[in-house]
């Protein structure tokens, strides 16, 4: 009787070992309860050998037990006592039990799945937009066009990581996927400048050197702006005006990450951005019809320092350097042309960019701030040289609503200005008519109509300088879900934004709200 109260005991303690999940936390509970049994184990091994052993006469005549009272507010406090055959049967299960959890701890750290991870969201976003007078809602639906109301939301993101080894020098490989908004999909291209339109939207290889430097190789993204990419790390619904259009792309390539006490660098040298590939472009044939083309031959060089002021503040900043292929055409003579308006004097110019910016955070409240400065050579309307520079504020606060629970509300404010010899450079992509009419940037349609009177093509005309507010309330109803509403007034000096009836204005809005589920 007394074995199979210790059995029961035993399975008591340690439920479900047989069914044990493999992570770390279930892990360390069953060794918690295997050290516990040990212990007591050994408690009672001792009791036994210092219990007083009858021999002789007396052990025939040891006297019975006194009856049990189960009245007794004493009764089940008396402390157990085994035989030496029923501590070694307890033993011997408990070391059974210590080897299925030893097989447990080393399929955790060694195994197959050992140091995966699979983590990301699902964001289905409904949204309004006034000038051309539309109403869906986005997700999972393919649309190689970027623009401002129509970028990374609306889609499935994939987090995909592998850790190799524990502890702070284990190498690792992460790769996101992205189908329908990511840089694959939308930005991504190969050497003659098509997009691949896969799901792929970055793929990084960590490899720590010495505990204060990393060797980084992959596809990762622009270490450009305050702002990231994943919806559900936002504190808007649109990305600003920054982010989308004056903010570097993404990088292949091979860099380092250096930590130095408050300070972190990072350095990466790859193709031009968006580049699978060094670009070719084609500019003529030869006597045979042969394609004659010439090749982006200068790598790009980006790095970024961030200091820690504080536990609440970080300030840092990046820069850009390097050569950009520009987009090319053939004209009614059959000669191959470059740029936006098809003026530039050759196929490539030089890209410079730097931006500063700079993140708060303190309990519930958050700032954010970034200004931005870049050129790019051949690269404006006209075919002179590109200039843009731009500034966006963010404020955030979270707080909490009797019936609603968890909320936040954000305000953000973006100028961003693009005048010089027409527009254009940067993430900024015009049309041969000098207009981008979906996301107000280039020459305005008045100037072009007159341009055009007298003969010209409005390569005199300077591009708008746009501006955006942004308001949002943030819903946390648990801990994976996000909901946002937000209303967004962009407005430019100039009439280039297109409305459903064919005319322009200067102005347009967005109401959206957006479902993220996170995991």
């Keep these: 009787m007394r074995k199979k109260l210790i059995c029961l005991l035993v399975a008591g303690a340690l439920p479900g070992i047989a069914l044990a999940d493999s992570t770390s936390a279930q892990i360390k509970a069953l060794q918690a309860q295997l050290n516990a049994l040990q212990k007591e184990v050994k408690d009672l091994k001792s009791q036994l050998a210092t219990k007083p052993t009858a021999t002789g006469a007396g052990a025939a005549t040891a006297a019975a037990p006194a009856p049990v009272d189960i009245s007794s507010p004493d009764y089940g406090k008396a402390r157990a006592t085994l035989t030496n055959d029923e501590v070694t049967e307890m033993k011997q299960q408990i070391a059974n039990q210590q080897l299925k959890v030893d097989s447990l701890t080393d399929a955790a750290n060694t195994g ?75 930005l991504l291209t190969n050497e003659h400048g098509n997009i691949g339109n896969n799901i792929l939207n970055t793929a990084v290889v960590n490899v720590p050197l010495t505990a204060t430097t990393t060797l980084v190789a992959g596809l990762i993204p622009s270490f450009g702006g305050y702002e990231v990419q994943q919806s559900n790390q936002m504190l808007t619904l649109t990305h600003n005006l920054l982010y989308d259009f004056s903010d570097p792309g993404s990088y292949i390539g091979i860099g380092a990450n250096y930590t130095s006490g408050n300070w972190a660098w990072k350095f990466f040298l790859g193709n031009e951005q968006y580049r699978t590939y060094g670009s070719v472009t084609q500019t003529g044939t030869n006597a045979f019809g042969d394609p004659i083309t010439t090749s982006n031959k200068i790598p790009t060089f980006t790095a970024r320092a961030d200091y820690t002021w504080s536990s609440a503040l970080d300030i840092g900043g990046s820069f850009n350097i390097g ?19 098809g003026q530039a004097t050759n196929s490539a110019g030089y890209y410079v960019f730097g931006e500063l910016d700079a993140t708060y955070t303190l309990a519930d409240v958050q700032y954010n701030a970034e200004v931005d400065y870049g050129q790019q050579q051949r690269a404006a309307f006209n075919g002179g040289n590109a200039q843009w520079y731009g500034l966006s504020l963010l404020a955030h606060r979270k707080f909490n609503v009797p019936g609603l629970g968890r909320m936040g509300a954000t305000a953000r404010y973006d100028l961003l200005v693009d005048s010089k010899n027409g527009g254009g450079g940067g993430g900024i992509v015009l049309g041969g008519n000098g207009m981008d009419s979906a996301n107000g940037f280039g020459i305005g349609a008045d100037c072009l109509a007159a341009s055009t009177v007298n003969g ?31 209303y967004r007034h962009d407005w430019a000096n100039k009439n280039v934004f297109l409305r459903n009836d064919g005319s322009y204005t200067k102005s347009n809005d967005l109401i959206a709200t957006q479902f993220i589920y996170s995991f």
């Excluded at 050569?323 to 308006?341: E, I, K, Y």
């Excluded at 708008?464 to 994976?480: C, G, S």
Aim: net charge neutral; with cysteine.
């Design 456 to 486: 010209g093509l409005g390569f005199e005309c300077k591009g708008a300088n746009r501006q955006d507010v942004a308001l949002d309330l943030l819903f946390y109803p648990t801990q994976q879900i996000t909901v946002k509403v937000e």
């Design 112 to 186: 197959p799945i050992a140091g995966l991870s699979v983590t990301g969201y699902i964001d289905p976003t409904y949204v309004y937009n006034r000038a051309p007078g539309t109403s869906s809602f986005l997700f999972a639906n393919h649309e190689s066009a970027y623009n401002y109301f129509n970028s990374t939301f609306g889609d499935l993101y994939l987090d995909i990581k592998k850790t190799f080894g524990v502890g702070p020098m284990a190498p690792s490989a992460e790769i996101t996927l992205m189908p329908n908004r990511g840089n694959g999909i939308t």
């Design 323 to 341: 050569r950009q292929t520009l987009s090319s055409a053939t004209n009614a003579a059959g000669q191959v042309v470059f740029g936006p308006g």
